[in-house]
């Protein structure tokens, strides 16, 4: 392998010279393809497309490929045997070095199925549960996941643990550009009766929104409520009128009657959101001792204030 490369001036030293250059021909070659990658990294970097298909863990591939031939190649030269040869010995503990290499060789085919399938992204927004995660992804490596939580702490997560796991990604939601506000309002099942003219007198002058029945349908206060809360959510402009509005009845363990909200905020900032669902549940509270009707609370169930 080495025969063409001789040093007459020091015959003693000729074999190993060459062999010492030999690896640093190597080195070098090395050091050139490491330095592609990086140009590759930060040329891709500035395209539009690189937070949402990050190439960092093709990368590491790349890095661990270019290590182990540089690795296959000092290792033949330093025994003067073929590399085909070294390949036949590791073919020998192939077994052995899938279990050492377990969790490494799991990671990488997540990683890669990861951004074929392009289920998680730089910048996504994912809650993992029972593992703390709940946050912003800030990177994607082949063996883990970096996510942000909101509390500016980062969790570190196996590439494995999103396939296997349940992985709720509110990328769906930011694309959109609404988010659900879903509450139960849970009331005092004595308080629930047909209103009687004074009552009807009282909403009429509290309330500026008409409350009319459909067809002479006769409603309790409880159905006046959740007709005027309908309208008052319809009305609202930052309630998205393309999506679903539902103010239904749900099944309730204890001796109560519970009706939830299910509405779309045309809000995804976390902060606006959380002003706007306050607003709303605040009315939606504040009107109930209008209709007659006591929210329910575990311990007693207590009066409203008056709105007399």
């Not at 990861?114 to 809650?127: K, N, S, T």
């Not at 003219?197 to 309330?207: E, G, K, N």
């Not at 008409?210 to 067809?215: G, K, Q, Y």
Request: proline letters at 5%.
């Amino acid at each position: 392998m080495l025969t063409g490369l001789t040093f007459p001036v020091i015959p003693a030293l000729g074999k190993p010279l060459a062999i010492l250059a030999a690896c640093y021909m190597v080195y070098t070659m090395v050091r050139a393809a490491l330095a592609l990658r990086d140009s590759i990294d930060e040329r891709y970097s500035h395209f539009p497309s690189a937070s949402e298909r990050p190439i960092k863990s093709f990368l590491q591939i790349a890095t661990i490929v270019v290590y182990l031939v540089a690795l296959i190649a000092v290792v033949s030269l330093l025994l003067e045997r073929s590399p085909v040869y070294l390949l036949t010995g590791l073919s020998a503990i192939t077994a052995l070095l899938i279990i050492i290499f377990r969790d490494s060789l799991l990671g990488f085919v997540a990683s890669i199925q990861l951004a074929a399938y392009d289920m998680l992204r730089v910048g996504d927004w994912i809650e993992v549960p029972g593992y703390v995660a709940d946050g912003i992804v800030i990177d994607i490596a082949l063996n883990t996941i970096k996510v942000r939580n909101f509390d500016n702490t980062v969790v570190m997560l196996p590439s494995q643990l999103l396939l296997t796991n349940s992985v709720k990604n509110w990328r769906g939601m930011v694309a959109s550009g609404a988010r659900r506000l879903r509450h139960a309002i849970h009331f005092d099942v004595d308080t629930i009766r047909y209103p009687d003219d004074a009552l009807l007198a009282q909403l009429h002058a509290a309330i500026e929104q008409p409350l009319v029945t459909v067809e002479g349908e006769r409603r309790t206060n409880l159905g006046l409520y959740r007709h005027y809360l309908s309208g008052y959510l319809r009305a609202h402009p930052a309630v998205r009128r393309d999506m679903p509005l539902v103010i239904r009845h749900v099944q309730s363990t204890t001796a109560v009657v519970a009706l939830e909200i299910c509405v779309f905020i045309d809000e995804i900032r976390w902060e606006r959101y959380e002003a706007l669902l306050s607003d709303m549940l605040d009315h939606a509270y504040g009107v109930v001792p209008f209709f007659g009707l006591r929210c329910w609370q575990r311990e007693r169930s207590v009066s409203a204030p008056s709105g007399r």
